[in-house]
């Protein structure tokens, strides 16, 4: 009987050969079930072909037992987790897991949608009677119908239950929307419809292209990377519609992107995330891989979705951290996209007002075109940016806010202008100290302090997620009544805030207020409505918002990113003070920038007040050059972790001495990681630096192929770490 190789579905087996019956025709891409001992599994065909008899008889082969109705992996796919796994040494089992969706493998259920119907509800509460109002011809799902009304989902429920909503059956599949290339177009400022009519060539071309998109905040690069969208819109193959992948940084906050789009082309695109329920993951998981789902918007998991036209990828702020994914597979899902533009033949976009060094490099090089926009649109200018220094204008004892932000804070108030503060710290306070012992608390499971939220009356590690209420007494000592905050986050900005200017309206933006595309809507329509004079914020507040009324930034504490000081602590600390700038003075009135520093005449300081982007990243490139770092040279780390502290660093001291000795390739370590404690886990990290042209991952191969490790102890490999 023919064999085929199935790439199965079960974390630590790789590619398996079964028999394939013959009246099953099975191809490369199928989606089958097999048997592994006495389960049935899912697995991908990989291969087909001339698959010689290996350790397994013939007579020994188990048969494929059937064949999904879902439409194959294409090819393209099954290139790219094959060099997923491979750059970033994964199980390809794990690669294809983000790959697959195991609920959209499932027959097609009867989907029952609500809607109005006849009956008026017994009880008129006021939420009722919005929701009618507001559900008028709409339908879908209670959760969809909640959003939509804006109530809770038990209003919805109550309107089901009393008739007044009926259930109507929408069939097996709802045809995605389909956006409208032509549905209205902008008019493209000069420079905007010069970038544009170069995206728009690479689409109509169908060959791989990377672009930087580097436009200043303001600039409006989403308007023309729309327009590369609707070109892609328009290609059409062997009557395929073409698709488009726009990744984002963080779903919950593309609502703005979310109605830009619609406005663009008449509808909104599908959404992934991971807080999809089953059903509607399957669906949109199906609409991809059938080429019904034209353009889709995601996190980084967007990435695994099997397209079968796709014709661009757009990485929206393409700077953003969050793209590096650590834990599972760690990946960089810019790094990914391009391979998958690559595999597929396409275009992409990077835009971002504030690239990587990595990015600037690959420009530098020849492989990636930049194209550029240096104003902001519509004649906005970049707002002036000045530092404070703390030393010479220190605030008062226990506060944060030096005299001339707070002067410039009070100022904007009294004209009616909006004003932003930022500190990157969600929480009261980073610490909790005791007065009589000194003892900090720290989280139970990792090496790091509590960070005490006083809106919620929690301690939390922001690691693992750990969380207590805040102990009465000290936990070391017991005296009660000596625990004191120590530093500031967002809230107890807030609360100074509140102190000093009673009469401003204050709202607080990151992840514990601003958690769903809902929120954060319901937040745009108030800083909008002019209901809110300062904003205090996370770096969520510097993703993407348009705000003309806000004319002032406060940066607490520039310096906050500097410290620690690794590899990419200045080039993180610009990106993130030139995108909160970049909020200030987008409308008619210009803006104003006040960095709190107690080094203003620091190198990255200097190019924020400066806008000496080039300077700054000319001599930030030069010493990643000379000291061989990326993108000059390579990097991988090597953790070993354990729940004991001695066999963790044993074991990382015996694959530490094994390390082949290999020119061009040194390994440091090892050494306690970073977070040497974590979920109640130790962990020691060895280092590699090598060369450039250096073959990492073989080595890493060779290296760690050969070595027996406790069960307890995990090693994980992380190509190209992001902390070190
Ligand atoms: P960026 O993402 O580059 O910071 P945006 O894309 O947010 O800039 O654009 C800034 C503002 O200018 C947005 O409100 C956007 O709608 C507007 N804008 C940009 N280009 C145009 C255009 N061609 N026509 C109308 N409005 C535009
Ligand atoms: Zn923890």
């Given amino acids: 009987m023919p064999r085929v190789r199935v790439l199965v579905l079960q974390h630590g087996l790789g590619a398996l050969d079964y028999a394939a019956p013959p009246e099953m025709a099975l191809a490369p891409g199928d989606i089958v079930r097999v048997p592994l001992g006495p389960r049935e599994i899912v697995g991908v065909v990989w291969e087909t072909e001339a698959l010689a008899a290996n350790e397994v008889p013939d007579a020994k082969l188990r048969a494929v037992r059937g064949r999904y109705d879902v439409p194959p992996v294409p090819a393209q796919m099954r290139r790219l987790i094959d060099w997923v796994a491979d750059y970033y040494m994964a199980p390809p089992a794990s690669v294809l897991r983000m790959a697959l969706s195991l609920t959209a493998l499932e027959p097609a259920r ?30 879908g799902s209670p959760r969809e119908l909640a959003a939509a009304a804006e109530v809770s989902e038990a209003v919805i429920r109550g309107l089901i239950a009393g008739g007044t909503l009926v259930a109507v059956d929408a069939g097996p599949e709802r045809a995605p929307p389909q956006p409208d290339a032509d549905f209205a177009q902008p008019v493209l400022s000069y420079e905007q419809a010069v970038a544009a ?52 940084p963080e779903i919950a906050l593309t609502a703005p992107w979310l109605e830009r789009f619609a406005a663009r082309f008449g509808c909104a695109p599908l959404a992934w995330h991971s807080d999809l329920r089953a059903s509607e993951r399957r669906r949109a998981w199906r609409a991809v891989a059938d080429g019904g789902a034209r353009v889709v918007v995601g996190a980084r998991s967007a990435l695994f979705l099997p397209f079968v036209n796709l014709r661009l990828i757009v990485i929206d702020e393409a700077h953003e951290a969050s793209f590096k994914q650590e834990d599972g597979v760690s990946y960089h899902a810019r790094d990914v996209a391009v391979m998958r533009a690559q595999a597929e033949n396409i275009p992409i976009i990077l835009a971002t007002a504030t690239p990587a060094i990595e990015t600037r490099v690959q420009v530098a090089r020849g492989r990636y075109t930049e194209l550029k926009l240096p104003s902001r649109f519509g004649g906005a200018q970049l707002p002036d940016i000045d530092t404070i220094d703390l030393r010479s204008n220190p605030p008062v004892r226990g506060r944060w806010i030096s005299p001339p932000l707070l002067a410039a804070l009070r100022n904007n108030l009294q004209i009616g202008e909006q004003s932003l503060l930022f500190l990157n710290r969600r929480g009261y306070a980073p610490m909790t100290l005791c007065r009589a012992c000194g003892e900090r608390i720290e989280c139970p499971q990792c090496t790091a302090w509590m960070v005490e939220h006083r809106l919620t009356q929690r301690l939390m590690c922001h690691h693992c997620g750990y969380q207590t209420p805040p102990p ?61 004079d300062i904003l205090i914020g996370t770096q969520l507040v510097t993703k993407g918002y348009h705000f003309p009324n806000l004319t002032l930034v406060g940066v607490v504490d520039a310096d906050l990113g500097l410290a620690g000081g690794d590899l990419r602590a200045g080039e993180r600390t610009f990106q993130q003070i030139a995108q909160v700038s970049g909020r200030a003075g987008r409308g008619a009135k210009p803006g104003r920038v006040l960095l709190q520093t107690h080094q203003p005449e620091a190198r990255v300081m200097q190019a924020l007040v400066h806008y000496d982007a080039e300077g700054f990243y000319a001599a930030e490139t030069a010493q990643r050059e000379e000291l061989g770092m990326p993108p000059f040279g ?21 694959i530490g001495r094994a390390a082949p000795k290999i020119d061009g390739i040194n390994v440091l370590g090892p050494a306690p990681a970073p977070l040497s404690m974590l979920r109640g886990r130790y962990r020691f990290r060895l280092l590699v630096h090598a060369r450039r042209s250096a073959d990492v991952q073989g080595m890493i191969r060779g290296w760690l192929g050969g070595i027996e490790v406790p069960s307890a102890v995990r090693v994980a490999v992380d190509i190209d770490p992001h902390s070190f």
């Fill in 110 to 139: 009867k989907l029952i949608e609500y809607r109005l119907g006849g009956a008026l509800p017994t009880r008129a509460t006021p939420q009722r009677l919005q929701a009618i109002e507001r559900l008028e011809g709409r339908q």
């Fill in 197 to 248: 009519a170069d995206l728009v060539a690479a689409v109509d071309a169908h060959a791989f292209a990377p672009f930087l998109l580097d436009g200043v905040t303001g600039s409006g690069k989403t308007e023309v990377y729309f327009e590369a969208v609707a070109a892609a819109l328009r290609a059409a193959d062997d009557g395929l519609g073409g698709q488009i992948l726009v990744l984002v």
């Fill in 472 to 532: 009465p007494a000290c936990p070391a000592c017991g005296a009660e009544g000596m625990l004191v905050p120590c530093g500031p986050g967002v809230e107890r900005v807030a609360e100074e805030v509140a102190q000093v200017l009673p009469d401003a309206r204050v709202a607080l933006v990151t992840s514990d207020t601003i958690y769903s595309p809902a929120r954060a809507a319901a937040l745009i329509a108030s800083v909008d409505a002019g209901d809110i």
């Fill in 634 to 654: 390579r990097l991988a780390a090597i953790i070993i972790s354990g729940p004991n502290e001695a066999q963790a660093s044993a074991t990382a001291r015996a």
